[in-house]
Structure formats: C-alpha cells, structure tokens
C-alpha cells in the first residue's frame, strides 16, 4: 500500500494484512486511531479490536493490504 492509501484509512476499522516480521503479524483488526510522520516513513497507530484500550504502531512499509473490518 502507497502512503496515500494509508493516510486515508484514519479512523476507520481494518484489518492489515502484515508482512513476516511486523508487529501484530500476520493481521491485525482494529481502528487506526492515528499516524506519524516519522523520519523512515509513516507510523500507523491501531487500537486492536481484541485489546480495547491498547495501542499498536506499525510502519506503512509493513502493510501488504487492508480491508474494511466490523
């Protein structure tokens, strides 16, 4: 997935299928609750629909693809 792609998934419930080696792989459901701009590229924050209350980053480079979740 392209940066753009990612960005426009803000707030919105997926589940992002990860690449070997990322956290949460190989999927994680939940709400992107925020992202970064950091110096290596964008940091996605996801609330995991199994850990309410819990936060998750993972890099846009380890995102293979999203879809939408309930």
């Known amino acids: 997935m392209n ?5 426009g998934l803000k707030g919105k419930i997926v589940t992002f299928r990860l690449l ?3 956290p949460g ?3 994680v459901t939940g709400r992107v609750v925020g992202m970064i701009e950091a110096a290596d590229g964008l940091v996605v924050t996801v609330e995991p629909k199994d850990a ?4 998750l980053t993972v890099h846009h ?3 293979a693809s999203a879809t939408p979740a309930t």
């Not at 940066?3 to 960005?7: F, H, N, P, Q």
């Open 61 to 63: 480079h380890h995102i």
């Open 25 to 27: 792989a190989p999927a």
């Open 20 to 22: 070997p080696g990322a």
């Open 3 to 7: 940066v753009d792609e990612v960005r």
């Open 52 to 55: 309410p209350g819990k936060r």
